[in-house]
C-alpha cells in the first residue's frame, strides 16, 4: 500500500523528523512509504475568497500546495506528523490545510483526493500536558474528516524538544507503527464499515424526520443486504478488537442496525 508521511514541522531534521523516518522506517518493511516535509512546497496562502465553495476549484495559480495534495491523492494512507507551535500545529500546515478548502465536503461542488484514504497522527510538545495533544490530534482529525479522509489511529508525545528527546518514545512509536500495519491489513473492511456506517447515519436522521422516499428506500435495501452478508464478519472483527477504537462505527452496536431497520419498516407501513 502507499503511504505518505508528511512533516507538518519547518523543521525538515528536528524531532518532527525523526519521528517521521522512524515511522517510515518500520512501515516501508511491508509497504511503499513517501517522506515529504511540509516545507519541501512553497504556496501562497488562501485569500478567503470563497469561490472554491462554488466551484470546487481554486483561483490561486498552481503552487507547491497542489503538488502535496498530488502526494496525498497518490496515497492510500496518510500519516501526519505535527509539533505543537503555540499549542495547534505549525502555521505552514495550517495554512496549507486553508489551501485545501476546495476539497472540503462542506461544500458541494467540491474536488476530490479520491477514494476515502485511511489516516493517522502523531503529535509531539515540548510542554508536559496531554491536553495540547488532544487539540492538536483534533486539527488534524478535522482536517482529515472533511477530505473524507478515515482517521483512525494516533500517537502524542510530551517533552520532546528536540531529536534524542524522541528516543524515550521508542515503544510507543513501535506500537503505532504496528497499529498502522494491522489497520491497512483490515483496509477493505474499515472502508466498507466507514461506508454503511454513513448510510447507516443518513438512515437515523431520515427515521427522526419521518421520511420516506426512494432514496431513503436504497438506503435501507444497502444496509438490509449488509445486515445479511457482511455484517456478523465485521461485528466480530470489532468484538475481537481487530477494527481501530478511534472509528465511530454505530452500525456495528449489538442491535443497532437491527432496531433501525425496524424502526424504517415500521414508519413506512
Ligand atoms: C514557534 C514555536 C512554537 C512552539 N510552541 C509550543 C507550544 O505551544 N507548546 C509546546 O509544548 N511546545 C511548543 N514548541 C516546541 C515544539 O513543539 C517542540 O520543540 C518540537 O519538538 C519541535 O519539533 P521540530 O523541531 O521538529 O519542529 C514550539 C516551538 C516553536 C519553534
Same mark, same amino acid.
Given at each position: 500500500?502507499?503511504?505518505?508521511?508528511?512533516?507538518?514541522?519547518?523543521?525538515?531534521?528536528? !524531532?518532527?523528523?525523526?519521528?517521521?523516518?522512524?515511522?517510515?522506517?518500520?512501515?516501508?518493511?511491508?509497504?511503499?512509504? @513517501?517522506?515529504?516535509?511540509?516545507?519541501?512546497?512553497?504556496?501562497?496562502?488562501?485569500?478567503?475568497?470563497?469561490?472554491?465553495?462554488?466551484?470546487?476549484?481554486?483561483?490561486?495559480?498552481?503552487?507547491? /500546495?497542489?503538488?502535496?495534495?498530488?502526494?496525498? *491523492?497518490?496515497?492510500?494512507?496518510?500519516?501526519?506528523? +505535527?509539533?505543537?507551535?503555540? !499549542?495547534?500545529?505549525?502555521?505552514?500546515?495550517?495554512?496549507?490545510?486553508?489551501?485545501? =478548502?476546495?476539497?472540503?465536503?462542506?461544500?458541494?461542488?467540491?474536488?476530490?483526493?479520491?477514494?476515502? @484514504?485511511?489516516?493517522? +497522527? !502523531?503529535?509531539?510538545?515540548?510542554?508536559?500536558?496531554? &491536553?495540547?495533544?488532544?487539540?492538536?490530534?483534533?486539527?488534524?482529525?478535522?482536517?482529515?474528516?472533511?477530505?473524507?479522509?478515515?482517521?483512525?489511529?494516533?500517537?502524542?508525545? =510530551?517533552?520532546?524538544?528536540?531529536? *534524542?528527546?524522541?528516543?524515550?518514545?521508542?515503544?510507543?512509536?513501535?506500537?503505532?507503527?504496528?497499529?498502522?500495519?494491522?489497520?491497512?491489513?483490515? /483496509?477493505?473492511?474499515?472502508?466498507?464499515?466507514?461506508?454503511?456506517? @454513513?448510510?447507516?447515519?443518513?438512515?437515523?436522521?431520515? #427515521?427522526?424526520?419521518?421520511?420516506?422516499?426512494?432514496? =431513503?428506500?436504497?438506503?435501507? @435495501? &444497502?444496509?438490509? /443486504?449488509?445486515?445479511?452478508?457482511?455484517?456478523?464478519?465485521?461485528?466480530? !472483527?470489532?468484538?475481537?478488537?481487530?477494527?481501530?477504537?478511534?472509528?465511530?462505527?454505530? #452500525?456495528? +452496536?449489538?442491535?443497532?442496525?437491527?432496531?433501525?431497520?425496524?424502526?424504517?419498516?415500521?414508519?413506512? +407501513?
Amino acid at each position: 500500500m502507499k503511504i505518505l508521511i508528511l512533516n507538518c514541522s519547518p523543521v525538515r531534521i528536528g !524531532a518532527t523528523g525523526k519521528i517521521c523516518s522512524l515511522i517510515a522506517e518500520g512501515l516501508s518493511e511491508t509497504h511503499e512509504v @513517501k517522506q515529504v516535509c511540509i516545507d519541501d512546497y512553497s504556496f501562497a496562502f488562501c485569500t478567503g475568497c470563497r469561490l472554491c465553495h462554488e466551484t470546487g476549484k481554486c483561483v490561486l495559480k498552481e503552487d507547491g /500546495a497542489d503538488q502535496l495534495a498530488k502526494e496525498m *491523492e497518490k496515497a492510500e494512507a496518510i500519516v501526519c506528523v +505535527s509539533p505543537s507551535y503555540w !499549542a495547534d500545529v505549525p502555521g505552514q500546515f495550517k495554512a496549507f490545510i486553508d489551501r485545501m =478548502t476546495l476539497y472540503s465536503n462542506t461544500h458541494d461542488p467540491h474536488a476530490s483526493l479520491g477514494d476515502s @484514504k485511511l489516516g493517522f +497522527s !502523531a503529535v509531539l510538545r515540548t510542554g508536559s500536558s496531554r &491536553k495540547e495533544c488532544e487539540r492538536l490530534q483534533e486539527t488534524i482529525s478535522h482536517f482529515y474528516s472533511h477530505l473524507d479522509i478515515l482517521s483512525l489511529a494516533g500517537v502524542s508525545m =510530551t517533552e520532546v524538544e528536540n531529536r *534524542e528527546d524522541v528516543d524515550k518514545y521508542a515503544n510507543e512509536l513501535e506500537a503505532f507503527v504496528r497499529t498502522i500495519k494491522n489497520v491497512l491489513a483490515e /483496509a477493505v473492511r474499515i472502508r466498507r464499515i466507514a461506508a454503511f456506517e @454513513k448510510l447507516y447515519d443518513d438512515l437515523k436522521k431520515a #427515521v427522526e424526520r419521518n421520511d420516506v422516499s426512494d432514496h =431513503t428506500e436504497e438506503i435501507m @435495501k &444497502k444496509l438490509s /443486504a449488509y445486515y445479511e452478508t457482511d455484517w456478523k464478519e465485521d461485528f466480530e !472483527a470489532d468484538e475481537s478488537g481487530r477494527i481501530p477504537q478511534k472509528m465511530k462505527r454505530g #452500525v456495528l +452496536s449489538e442491535d443497532g442496525l437491527y432496531d433501525l431497520l425496524e424502526a424504517y419498516e415500521e414508519q413506512r +407501513s
